[in-house]
């Protein structure tokens, strides 16, 4: 299993730009969601999912989407970068929906917007 | 919403001291509480975890503690390794209307050897 994977490891993008961070998972799992991870803060969530074409929003949604149309597939969409969007976004699932269980992290995309 | 505040921001201790790192929360609702180690430039790894029912858990030289009355919980390092330095993060779940984790602002921790 390759677990978690995330697309691209880094990307620059230019104010007003849109792009498309793609995650996905072939470990059958139905919950998966989205962090930003600024320099010396916690992770915050983004959006989630507990299973195909259900989703909702987190803590700092504004400026993201998202859909599942699979199982596997969780893709977080910017829609107009700002400078404000400079982070590092890890994509996560997990097994379970009522508690979450543990959380497989994707290794990250550093993403600037100069 | 969930609120998690962690301290302290970064802990020094001597190889093979122990090190201990709190956590609050503030909703009531929450029921699993993980611990993350973060390497520079590295993702998130579980590192142990407790459920609500559950006062204590104990993995090695790492434990957790859990007290759903002050709504504290506590990570214990013992005999700490310079590989144990890293970003610890605490994070809390909450088991109804939005089912996700609130991270809290992690923990630098630094083994000197």
């Known amino acids: 299993n390759a677990g978690v994977t995330q697309t691209p490891k880094f990307q620059v993008l230019k104010t007003g730009q849109s792009m498309t961070l793609q995650c996905a998972q072939d470990m059958n799992h139905e919950y998966m969601s989205w962090y930003r991870q600024d320099p010396g803060m916690g992770l915050r969530l983004i959006h989630y999912?507990?299973?195909?074409?259900?989703?909702d929003q987190g803590e700092v949604p504004n400026g993201y989407n998202v859909s599942r149309s699979t199982t596997e597939d969780f893709p977080l969409r910017l829609l107009s970068a700002a400078p404000s969007q400079t982070s590092v976004y890890f994509c996560?699932?997990?097994?379970?929906?009522?508690?979450?269980?543990?959380?497989?992290f994707g290794p990250g995309t550093r993403l600037t917007v100069t | 919403g969930e609120n998690v505040e962690q301290h302290p921001s970064t802990l020094s201790v001597q190889e093979g001291d122990s090190a201990v790192i709190k956590c609050t929360y503030s909703?009531?609702?929450?029921?699993?509480f993980p611990w993350y180690k973060q390497e520079l430039g590295k993702r998130p790894q579980l590192i142990i975890d407790i459920r609500s029912n559950v006062g204590e858990k104990k993995d090695q030289r790492i434990a957790v503690t859990l007290n759903k009355t002050a709504k504290h919980f506590s990570l214990h390092i013992t005999e700490t390794q310079p590989e144990d330095s890293a970003v610890y993060f605490c994070a809390a779940f909450r088991r109804t209307g939005r089912r996700a984790l609130t991270f809290g602002s992690g923990t630098r921790l630094q083994v000197q050897p």
């Open positions: 999912s507990v299973g195909a074409g259900i989703t």
């Open positions: 996560a699932s997990s097994g379970r929906t009522s508690f979450v269980g543990e959380q497989y």
């Open positions: 909703d009531s609702a929450s029921n699993y």
